[in-house]
């Protein structure tokens, strides 16, 4: 049985689930966050190791192939997927863990992991998402259309989640994400973070 407890996070792009993520993890330093593997390319500003495991598509296959990722899909053009090993070894710990990954991906965790808990993250309104993803300068034009095109289904699979928070006031949205993870798990743990592996 699971002693850990693994929480995870969607959003259509551009909606604020890294902002989120990051400001939960100065308030909860002992909440994990699942490094997921990826072929796209880094974006200016992040690490591998850190931010992703960026890999040529060839060693994400062999992955797949050895059963190294808990789950992984294709998300707006490229490869994705959530390392198993330190999930398995937050759950046997007694830790907690964020995962940040889509829709399809979610849902696949929470049929091989059912006591996690889901929380998605939505905006009031796709032109806010459209806004963001600008305001970011991170992607072209046509990262933007597919990742603008993709949100409204994403939105509507969000029911699926045991949480729905609106990311409209940065301050209100980190405070209702906090309350839930305080719910769920309890209060910060300091000086306890566990031992996990990484690749
Ligand atoms: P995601 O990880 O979901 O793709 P980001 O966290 O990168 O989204 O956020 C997208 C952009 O929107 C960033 O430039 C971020 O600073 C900004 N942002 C996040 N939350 C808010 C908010 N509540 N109000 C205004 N801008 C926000
Ligand atoms: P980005 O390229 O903006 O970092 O991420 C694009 C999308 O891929 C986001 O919705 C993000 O949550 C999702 N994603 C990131 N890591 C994983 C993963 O390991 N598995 C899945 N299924 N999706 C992921």
């Given at each position: 049985m699971s002693k850990g407890t693994l929480f995870v996070i969607s959003a259509p792009s551009g909606a604020g689930k890294s902002t989120l993520v990051e400001r939960i993890r100065c308030i909860f330093p002992d909440v994990l966050y699942s490094i997921s593997c990826t072929t796209r390319s880094p974006r200016a500003g992040e690490t591998d190791g850190v931010d992703y495991y960026f890999v040529q598509r060839e060693r994400f296959l062999a992955m797949v192939a050895a059963g190294e990722l808990l789950e992984w899909k294709e998300v707006h053009g490229n490869l994705y997927g959530t390392p198993a090993r330190p999930v398995t070894d937050v759950l046997a710990t007694g830790g907690r863990m964020i995962l940040d990954i889509d829709v399809q991906g979610a849902g696949e965790v929470f049929k091989r992991v059912p006591s996690s808990v889901g929380i998605f993250i939505s905006v009031p309104d796709m032109a806010v998402l459209e806004e963001r993803l600008r305001r970011r300068g991170t992607e072209t034009e046509a990262s933007i259309r597919t990742r603008i095109g993709n949100a409204e289904e994403e939105m509507a699979q969000?029911?699926?989640?045991?949480y729905q928070i609106v990311n409209d006031d940065l301050e209100t949205a980190v405070a209702e994400l906090a309350s839930v993870i305080e719910k769920e798990s309890g209060p910060c743990k300091a000086g306890s973070t566990p031992e996990i592996s990484r690749l």
């Amino acid at each position: 049985m699971s002693k850990g407890t693994l929480f995870v996070i969607s959003a259509p792009s551009g909606a604020g689930k890294s902002t989120l993520v990051e400001r939960i993890r100065c308030i909860f330093p002992d909440v994990l966050y699942s490094i997921s593997c990826t072929t796209r390319s880094p974006r200016a500003g992040e690490t591998d190791g850190v931010d992703y495991y960026f890999v040529q598509r060839e060693r994400f296959l062999a992955m797949v192939a050895a059963g190294e990722l808990l789950e992984w899909k294709e998300v707006h053009g490229n490869l994705y997927g959530t390392p198993a090993r330190p999930v398995t070894d937050v759950l046997a710990t007694g830790g907690r863990m964020i995962l940040d990954i889509d829709v399809q991906g979610a849902g696949e965790v929470f049929k091989r992991v059912p006591s996690s808990v889901g929380i998605f993250i939505s905006v009031p309104d796709m032109a806010v998402l459209e806004e963001r993803l600008r305001r970011r300068g991170t992607e072209t034009e046509a990262s933007i259309r597919t990742r603008i095109g993709n949100a409204e289904e994403e939105m509507a699979q969000g029911r699926a989640f045991r949480y729905q928070i609106v990311n409209d006031d940065l301050e209100t949205a980190v405070a209702e994400l906090a309350s839930v993870i305080e719910k769920e798990s309890g209060p910060c743990k300091a000086g306890s973070t566990p031992e996990i592996s990484r690749l």
